[in-house]
Structure formats: structure tokens, C-alpha cells
């Protein structure tokens, strides 16, 4: 199968918290970034706070005679984009800003895409790949509006070193797969600025087998159910990507995902910000102010995409964000099953028939809600007796002497017990 079909989630996973709403420099959100998959340089000082170095995932396949993998890791780079103002002896000066012919230019850090691809992996012994990301620095020209030099946009990358080994073991017919990626970057690092600066951000892995089909982790068959529960995680996990049914990618991701996770088609593009619902954070883009969504297109270009696209929806696109209800499938229908009826369900306590009406004092136990302490000894009204679909029993409660037990009761906020926790009373008198 193409990667195609998997890149727009491994996208989304490659720059979630990229940049967060409102998407201006200037956001206290937006001073401390790069949230996920950061893999942090090993020799770091403490004052760095950098993050571990190492990540690490295992998945199981069923293969064929000739079976291999090849294995994609994927992650940002970080590129410090520096401003600098042109002086009147031809020198150039580092600033946090720079207007040229009314648009600004601010200091600010980018990030370059990059992908390492280990081709034809066998699955018959270990492996041990090398991995270096040279630096560099690239330099862009400003002109103002009659062509004459204004300053220049400086963009500078650090190298990264790290390492990608593999291990492969045989468990119960299938093959646990171990990969792990090291940030190995030689030299010490001190302060938070120089750790992201030899991190790979955003880290994780695209994984395709040949001859050979993954096994889903979350779901297994019963064949691999033990063999699926020996696998382990570290800050990486996998989950089957592509369409469904199909098993020859696995997603590593450093977000935890369900089995072959997909954008919906509603979404019009990303967003970056920590999942957030794309309406509205859509309608919140669209009340920002002129002079906020100029500073947000300033400082980051995938930034003023953002604001472009928000600006120019129209009402059917927004209409489209609102929501559809998917694969709408009830547990229980009242009209078709009158077995199960809140009104007049009962539980057995002690002997005891309660049902909707009935008198119970209250003894917490089994949960760790600080709420639930109040409760204790506090006699309640029995409102609804619900089972669940695992067959729980769960009995609904408004408190006799709550002064809004009325209220609570018109507009069905109840507290919920376990049948062990309630006492039955035949009579009660406040």
C-alpha cells in the first residue's frame, strides 16, 4: 500500500503543538513549544530540561518466508529564524522585529521536515543504523519598496546525530518487532534554548512490512492476545494505519491513536493545536482582530495559512465543522425492549426491593471522590435504577434534605451509587 493514505496522520502527528492558538509569538502558549516526540540530547545539564533522549516501540507481525520491513522515521528539525536590521555602515543587527514597507518581520522558530528511510530491513537479525542531520545556515535578502537593502532573514539549523536499532524476536508463531531511536548528540548542552536545538521534535515512525502483515495491539486475535500483551511501549505506541482492514503499516507514534486513525473529511487543513475542535478554534481564529491575525501571519507561514483559510470560508464550510453523527448504532431502543425501564427497574438490597421512590441512606466506599464523602450517612430518593451494557447496576439519587433536590430533579442531575453502597430505609423523618 502507498504511504499516501498514512502521511496526512503522520503529518498531524509531526507538527501537533506546533504552534498554538491564537498562532502569535507574542502568546504565552507559543513560549514554550514543540510538546510531542521530542527525543532531547543525551548530555544535557539539568537547567536544560531536556527532555529523555530515547524512544522505543514494539509490534508484532505474522510472516511470510521472505518478510522484511522498512522502517520511516520522521521529525522536525529546528530552524532559529533571525532578523536582522541593515545599519548605516553596512552592518547587520539582530532584532526582534523588522517593518519593511508596513509588513513585519519577526525573529521566530521554524522547523524543516525530515525523513530517514531504512529500506529492507530483514527480519531474521538485528540492525543498527546511523542517522546525522548536517546544520546550515541559509540567508534571505530585504528589500524595501524601491529595491534598496533593508536587512536580511537569517535562518540557522544545528546537526543532529542520532541512531535507530532494531531487534527481532520470535513469540508464539508471530515476530515482536523492536525498534528504538536515540538522539545521540555528542556534546554537552546547557540551557533549554540549546537542548531543542539538538532535539529531534516531533518524532515517529511509519513502519511497512512486505510479506508480511502487522498485528493489531489494541485488538488482537485470540492467537496473539499473550504474545500482544508482552509487547512494550516507550513513549512511543503503535496502532495499525491506513484504511481499515488493511495490516501492512504500523504508525509509532508519541500520541496514543486507535487502529488506523483517519482526519476527518470534514477538517479543511491543520490546525497544530493539541486537538482542538476545528470549529472552534475555526471561529475563534475568525474573531481575532486586524492587528492580531497580522502579527499571527508574521510569525510563522504555516501560521498565516491558518488565518488565509479561516478568512475566506464561507457559511457552508463552517457548516460542515458543525458535526455528523457517525454509524449511529443505540445500545438499548425503549420502544423495542421493555425489559430495561429506569421508572420502575428495582435492585435487591439486603433483601430489600429499591426502586424509583425509595428511602436509602448512603455509605461511600468504593470511590475515591472527595464529593462522595459528604454523602455519608445523608438520606437520598432513589430517582432511577440504570444498568449498564457491562451489566452494572447504578442507582440514581437526588439527597432528601439537599434544599435544591427539586431543582436537581427537574433537570435530571443525580448522584450515582452502587447498590453495596446504599442502606434501604422504610421510613425517614427530617
Known amino acids: 500500500m502507498s504511504l499516501d493514505a498514512v502521511r496526512t496522520i503522520a503529518d498531524a502527528v509531526l507538527y501537533e503543538g506546533y504552534l498554538l492558538y491564537p498562532y502569535r509569538r507574542s502568546s504565552s502558549k507559543n513560549r514554550s513549544r514543540w510538546q510531542f516526540g521530542v527525543l532531547g540530547p543525551p548530555r544535557a545539564t539539568a537547567a536544560s530540561y531536556a527532555e529523555a533522549p530515547d524512544m522505543a516501540m514494539q509490534c508484532l507481525l505474522s510472516p511470510g518466508d521472505a518478510a522484511g520491513v522498512r522502517i520511516h522515521l520522521r521529525f522536525l528539525q529546528l530552524q532559529a529564524r533571525e532578523v536582522q536590521r541593515l545599519e548605516p555602515d553596512g552592518s547587520h543587527t539582530p532584532v526582534g522585529e523588522l517593518t519593511v514597507a508596513g509588513t513585519e518581520l519577526l525573529s521566530w522558530d521554524e522547523a524543516v521536515e525530515r525523513e530517514i528511510t531504512v529500506a529492507a530491513a530483514p527480519l531474521d537479525q538485528a540492525a543498527d543504523f546511523a542517522i546525522e542531520i548536517p546544520g546550515g545556515c541559509d540567508t534571505e535578502q530585504v528589500t524595501a519598496p524601491d529595491g534598496s537593502p533593508a536587512g536580511r532573514i537569517v535562518r540557522r539549523r544545528w ?12 513469540d508464539d508463531g508471530y515476530v515482536r518487532l523492536s525498534v528504538e531511536v536515540r538522539n545521540e548528540h555528542p556534546e554537552t548542552v546547557a540551557g533549554k534554548d540549546a537542548a531543542i536545538r539538538s532535539s529531534l521534535i516531533g518524532a515517529h515512525l511509519l513502519i511497512e512490512a512486505y510479506d508480511g502483515a502487522f498485528v493489531s495491539l489494541l485488538e488482537p486475535p485470540p492467537a496473539a492476545a499473550a504474545a500482544a500483551g508482552r509487547c512494550r511501549q516507550r513513549r512511543c505506541w503503535p496502532v495499525l494505519a491506513g484504511p481499515g482492514g488493511s495490516h501492512d503499516v504500523v504508525l509509532g507514534a508519541p500520541i496514543i491513536l486507535y487502529d488506523h486513525p483517519q482526519v476527518a473529511e470534514q477538517s479543511p487543513g491543520a490546525l497544530f493545536d493539541s486537538t482542538e475542535i476545528d470549529e472552534i478554534l475555526t471561529l475563534r481564529v475568525m474573531t481575532m482582530t486586524d492587528a492580531e491575525k497580522a502579527e499571527a501571519r508574521s510569525t510563522d507561514p504555516r501560521a498565516a495559512a491558518i488565518i488565509d483559510r479561516c478568512d475566506a470560508m464561507s457559511p457552508a464550510d463552517l457548516q460542515r465543522l458543525h458535526g455528523i453523527l457517525r454509524d449511529p448504532e443505540p445500545w438499548w431502543d425503549p420502544a423495542a425492549d421493555a425489559r430495561a ?5 428495582a435492585v435487591m438490597i439486603d433483601g430489600v426491593p429499591v426502586a424509583k421512590g425509595s428511602l436509602v441512606r448512603v455509605h461511600p466506599s468504593r470511590r475515591a471522590d472527595a464529593q462522595d464523602l459528604f454523602f455519608a450517612g445523608q438520606v437520598a430518593r432513589v430517582t432511577a435504577v440504570l444498568g449498564d451494557v457491562d451489566g452494572g447496576v447504578h442507582v440514581a439519587l437526588v439527597l432528601v434534605d439537599d434544599p435544591a433536590a427539586d431543582l436537581h430533579d427537574w433537570y435530571g442531575r443525580y448522584f450515582y ?3 453495596e453502597e446504599l442502606e434501604p430505609l422504610k421510613e425517614y423523618r427530617s
Not at 341 to 345: C, H, M, N, W, Y
Open 159 to 170: 546537526p543532529l546525530t542520532a541512531r535507530l536499532r532494531t531487534r527481532v524476536d520470535a
Open 341 to 345: 425501564d429506569p421508572d420502575t427497574d
Open 417 to 419: 451509587f452502587a447498590p
